[in-house]
């Protein structure tokens, strides 16, 4: 008996904290370091989304370092075999549940709402950020965080809550040295 | 031709740096238009502090050259010159610094004299400097150069200041006469 409870334990255990996402990967043009006034591409895709309990993508959200500016989007992630819908470029969207997203992009489901996409992928997108132009070493992480049913409040008996942002980006503004010559008399 | 591309290479460098100016620098009493610079970064700003020794920013602010009137007091005058770069971005680098020493330069007055009288050294101030003029020998001047106005210079570090020296006709003394 002990032990087919802690098996049971074990399966929920797995299934509350499971993964949807998976193959993730990116592309930055240029690689880093970067020096302020930078101008980054950011290809960044998700290979699989799999929706453990009908658990729908909804979201994907740039988190981005204080050194950054300048955020633009230049690719929407795709929908293939999806809902009705968009994905829709936000720089900040409160869900009725009071779930803040943003900025990054959201899917409207015109069918019906705050159903997301059943789409598993893959999704491709890219977004360009500038380099700050400051005096200060000031954060230039970058990651991207995925969103679902299960955190907008959309389907409250999904299964991918707790997937972690993906790392992107660790560093800093590499600020040049500004070297003055000694002071010369005619 | 290995000569040659040195030889080119010195005198580029030469025209590029130009001098370096040793600290503390040292300037004229009331000199004006002193140049001051250093190496420009175009796409930097350069911000400039005079400091003492009456000295007063006359153009160039915000560029990599300046020029400077300076005042009459002698004396060092500690980071009379600073200048701070900014890159392009608008953030300064470190103060860079340069200490002054306005020069002023006295001589002392001679004279008159007669045709006749010793040789007299000349004395400037502060010493070290060199006396130059008509009937200067040695920082010394000789009455007997001649009846008439002289003027003589003294220098010193690239100062000069200058004093009248007159030397008139002795008294003409008849024959002794036995009434």
């Not at chain 1, 470029?89 to 997301?116: E, I, K, M, S």
Request: proline share 7%; with cysteine; glycine share 14%.
């Amino acid at each position: 008996m002990k032990k087919v409870l802690t098996i049971l334990f074990l399966l929920i255990g797995l299934t509350a904290s499971s993964q949807c996402i998976s193959n993730q990967s990116f592309t930055l043009t240029p690689v880093g370091p970067y020096q302020p006034g930078d101008v980054v591409t950011v290809d960044y895709t998700l290979g699989n989304f799999t929706g453990i309990n009908i658990n729908w993508i909804h979201a994907f959200q740039i988190n981005l370092g204080p050194g950054w500016t300048g955020l633009t989007p230049l690719l929407a992630p795709g929908n293939p075999a999806g809902s009705i819908g968009n994905w829709l470029w936000d720089l900040q969207n409160t869900y009725p549940g009071g779930f803040n997203f943003g900025p990054g992009w959201r899917f409207v489901n015109t069918g019906t709402a705050g159903w997301g996409t059943s789409s598993t992928g893959p999704f491709i997108m890219s977004f360009q950020v500038t380099v700050a132009s400051v005096c200060t070493p000031d954060d230039l992480s970058i990651s991207i965080e995925v969103f679902d049913d299960c955190t907008t409040g959309g389907w409250s008996n999904g299964g991918c809550c707790v997937d972690p942002a993906y790392n992107i980006y660790n560093g800093v503004i590499q600020i040049p040295p500004i070297i003055t010559s000694n002071i010369n008399h005619f | 031709m290995k000569k040659f591309i040195t030889v080119l290479f010195v005198c580029f460098g030469l025209a590029s740096y130009g001098q370096t100016t040793i600290n503390p620098d040292t300037v004229c009493a009331n000199a004006v238009g002193e140049q001051y610079f250093v190496t420009n970064t175009p796409t930097s700003t350069y911000n400039w502090t005079i400091t003492g020794g009456g000295g007063v920013l006359q153009t160039g602010q915000g560029t990599n050259s300046i020029t400077v009137d300076w005042g009459g007091v002698s004396g060092l005058y500690p980071n009379a010159v600073e200048v701070i770069e900014s890159n392009a971005n608008g953030c300064p680098g470190a103060p860079v610094l340069l200490d002054v020493f306005v020069l002023n330069l006295t001589g002392n007055a001679i004279g008159p004299f007669c045709e006749g009288d010793p040789t007299t050294p000349l004395v400037g101030n502060p010493a070290g400097g060199t006396w130059s003029g008509t009937g200067v020998v040695a920082n010394s001047f000789q009455p007997s150069t001649g009846v008439g106005n002289y003027v003589l210079t003294y220098t010193l570090g690239g100062c000069n200041t200058t004093i009248n020296v007159v030397v008139n006709n002795g008294p003409v003394t008849g024959p002794i006469q036995h009434f």
